[in-house]
């Protein structure tokens, strides 16, 4: 199994698809393209490749989506950032809300020895005018922000799903192993009888019992060790899930099928990784603040309104003949020991700071496409290789037991045949599982996500 295109047209789909709405920061760097076209070696040949639009199309298994569902509903560490996507909403409605004018009413009663009590109200309207779009680009900012928590919200969903697919292959894979253990146990608690067995008809001697013995109290050692890795695994599913107890969990006897590489790969391009996505709207949200830094030196002009009534009853007091009063004020900072200069140079910096974020977001993502992909090779081969073995090794435990029913051989050789296909079968086990687990990280490094 291999995977079909350049690795160049994957990576430069990334620039062609974040860089569509806005262009780079202007700092001094290499250009992005430039940085990628060290990557062009990469080609993958396919042979009937199948089509995957989610992350949970590359696991079949029935009762996954249940457990799925659950988890993403009660994971604490996933409500935590679907609470942190609501507050950016929130933030916004409040850098928002600095564009309209702002309304205060005001009442008070007060009693002199002279004068006797009177009352006094006034309504006033205030608004800054926003001749310098800054507060338009703190509202740009905080919408960049938010698409930023969004981006982090569906990295995170990503990431949760793709952890309790992990977990349970590895119960699958886990039980698959205690399996393969326990027919290796039969298999040796039957070498340990026939040796008695024949002992008693004089066609042999105990000296092979004790090893026969070790090998038997080994393998129950390993069982019981198996036991308590599935216990763990089911306690981790229960964790992701954030629940105390899974109802219902059930656990499939065989490892799921791997599907066929990817089709189209250019298509699952990198541009679609919810942490490359946000560490580009971050870029963006920086460039909008430093606008405003810059902006924070220039003349503000603020008009005010007034409504005022002085008056010897309530009632008279709630404006019956006020007097209104328009104001209208231009201010321009001149000295603050060099704050708002210190302020842009922070934005600035920030700014430089999120595109460097930026792009080693993009390399590791680079990074890890190469290692799934290199990854999925070797798996491959291996697999492929050690089938061959286990066969080799399957017929030579007939032959050896035949050899050994007729007295040819030693209890020992036919001892080695047998535990070498048990070990072939749990490595293959392994790759099977190792295969399933890459394949998930490999959708996850192309940005495949999971339906909402």
């Excluded at 982090?152 to 590895?170: C, E, F, H, I, P």
């Excluded at 080994?218 to 899930?241: C, N, P």
């Amino acid at each position: 199994m291999y995977i079909h295109k350049k690795m160049a047209m994957l990576l430069c789909a990334v620039t062609c698809g974040l860089a569509a709405c806005s262009s780079q920061p202007s700092y001094h760097a290499k250009d992005t393209e430039q940085l990628l076209k060290q990557h062009e070696q990469w080609q993958y040949i396919q042979q009937n490749a199948q089509h995957v639009s989610y992350l949970t199309d590359l696991v079949s298994i029935d009762g996954l989506e249940p457990i799925i569902a659950q988890a993403v509903a009660n994971n604490p560490s996933y409500n935590q950032m679907h609470v942190a996507l609501r507050l950016a909403y929130a933030q916004r409605q409040v850098t928002a809300a600095s564009q309209w004018f702002s309304v205060d009413a005001d009442f008070n009663g007060q009693r002199s020895e002279d004068e006797g009590t009177q009352y006094s109200s006034s309504l006033g309207v205030s608004w800054e005018a926003d001749v310098w779009q800054k507060n338009a680009d703190s509202v740009s900012a905080q919408d960049m922000t938010i698409a930023s928590s969004q981006a982090d919200y569906q990295g995170a969903r990503d990431t949760l799903v793709a952890s309790v697919m992990r977990t349970y292959l590895n119960i699958i894979l886990r039980q698959n192993l205690l399996d393969i253990e326990q027919q290796r146990l039969v298999v040796l608690q039957n070498n340990e009888q026939n040796i008695i067995e024949r002992y008693q008809l004089g066609l042999g001697d105990l000296e092979a019992l004790d090893t026969a013995r070790t090998s038997t109290a080994s393998t129950r050692a390993t069982i019981a060790d198996y036991i308590e890795q599935i216990a763990q695994s089911k306690r981790a599913l229960e964790v992701l899930g954030g629940v105390d107890v899974l109802e219902g969990l059930s656990v499939p006897a065989q490892m799921p099928n791997v599907l066929q590489p990817l089709a189209e790969l250019p298509v699952q391009d990198l541009a679609r990784r919810p942490d490359l996505q946000s560490a580009f709207y971050q870029i963006k949200a920086k460039r909008y603040l430093v606008d405003v830094s810059y902006k924070a030196l220039l003349p503000s002009i603020t008009l005010s309104a007034s409504l005022s009534d002085l008056a010897n009853t309530p009632s008279q007091a709630l404006l019956a003949s006020p007097v209104w009063s328009l104001l209208g004020n231009l201010s321009a900072p001149l000295f603050q020991g060099g704050a708002l200069r210190a302020q842009v140079d922070i934005a600035k910096l920030n700014a430089e700071q999120a595109f460097w974020d930026y792009q080693d977001t993009l390399l590791t993502a680079v990074n890890e496409v190469e290692n799934a992909l290199g990854q999925e090779q070797s798996l491959s081969t291996q697999q492929e290789q050690i089938n061959i073995a286990l066969q080799s090794a399957q017929r030579s435990v007939a032959n050896y037991q035949s050899k050994y029913q007729q007295g040819l051989i030693d209890i020992l050789d036919l001892l080695t045949v047998q535990q070498t296909v048990y070990d072939l079968q749990a490595q293959l086990a392994q790759i099977h599982y190792t295969l399933q687990t890459n394949r998930i990280d490999l959708g996850l490094a192309l940005g495949l996500g999971v339906s909402a």
